[in-house]
């Protein structure tokens, strides 16, 4: 098949559904959402796999929230680098032992990603992406002054700390990435949306308290490296019109101007199915071949042509 391929992993191909956040069930998982990855390898896919990190990142926070009477915080950046890496290595290793199970010879490798974003973003300017847990006012109060964190109130749950989701414009470790996959390496990449930084006027690179939609990032990446083909795999077998209601209409083909019509219709909520519909018109628009959207286990179903809603350029 010989087509470059990003495939961005919804929370789902991570964490076990069930809740049990141990790392013998995030394993567990991990090995389980990718038996159809493996199959598209085997096909001649070349693939860079990206992935989120929501719950884990959440989990990083409240660890650093619950020692910082003996443990000095980490910034947002390295927590995201922290997962990044030890998820990396979950579907690094699952990957590995997967791939000589079928005797496929193919090595893989974990890249901690950076990704540039504008310093100036809105997003940035006025954050409102909530992460972590709820404080009462007295402790909001003590982690504005001792941390320098913004706290808003989150409605119904107490004050919470919130940053800013930035757009993403570049990869900075892309001809790393392109030079893999020319070497028929399967790279594991941008994970959790890759680590937001800026560029500085001198051309350093400085970090930003902030994370980025990892589907966003999906399709900055796969611009970069050249992608034919954006795979974003998620908890439902295809995009559908009236989601949840009695007149639900699930959709095999769009092209980007009928998803943009249904986006300014409302149909693609902003907290689920909008920003993969963002991502896949993006990633056309900048000269991408196909979008998929479907779930991680039917993945070669959707390759086939069986689910799976694919969109494509007017």
């Known amino acids: 098949m010989s087509r470059t391929a990003v495939v961005a992993l919804g929370g789902n191909a991570i964490s076990d559904p069930s809740g049990d956040t141990t790392i013998a069930h995030q394993f567990a998982q991990t090995r389980k959402s990718l038996v159809g990855i493996i199959e598209l390898i085997h096909k001649g896919y070349r693939l860079a796999i990206t992935h989120g990190n929501g719950p884990q990142v959440g989990e990083g926070m409240l660890r650093m929230e619950r ?14 680098a ?3 890496g030890g998820i990396g290595y979950m579907i690094e290793q699952s990957l590995q032992n997967g791939l000589r ?23 940035l300017l006025n954050p409102s992406k909530f992460i972590g847990k709820a404080y009462t006012t007295r402790e909001v109060e003590e982690l ?28 900075i470790n892309k001809q790393a ?14 994970g959790g ?17 902030a994370v980025i939609d990892k589907d966003r990032a999906a399709a900055v990446l796969a611009r970069d490296i050249g992608a034919q083909d954006l795979l974003i795999l998620t908890a439902v077998d295809k995009v559908a019109l009236n989601f949840g209601k009695p007149n639900q209409q699930a959709l095999d083909r769009l092209t980007v101007s009928q998803a943009q019509q249904y986006m300014e219709e409302g149909q693609f909520p902003p907290g689920t199915m909008g920003p993969k519909i963002e991502a896949a018109i993006q990633f056309l628009e900048s000269g991408g071949e196909r979008t998929l959207i479907s779930s991680v286990e039917r993945v070669i179903d959707a390759v086939h042509g069986e689910t799976g809603t694919w969109i494509y350029s007017d």
């Open 144 to 171: 504005a002054r001792d941390h320098g964190w913004l706290m808003k109130e989150d409605k119904g749950r107490g004050f919470r700390r919130v940053v800013g989701s930035p757009k993403p414009l570049e990869i």
């Open 177 to 190: 990435i392109r030079s893999l996959l020319d070497q028929g390496y399967v790279v594991i990449c941008s």
């Open 101 to 123: 199970w079928q005797g496929i010879d193919k090595p893989t490798v974990t890249i901690v990603t950076q990704v540039v974003v504008d310093e100036n973003d809105p997003e």
């Open 82 to 84: 922290d997962t990044q």
């Open 193 to 209: 949306g890759g680590i937001p930084v800026f560029i500085m006027t001198n051309g350093f690179y400085e970090g930003v308290d």
């Open 67 to 80: 020692a910082l009477d003996v443990c000095p915080p980490r910034p947002l950046g390295v927590l995201v």
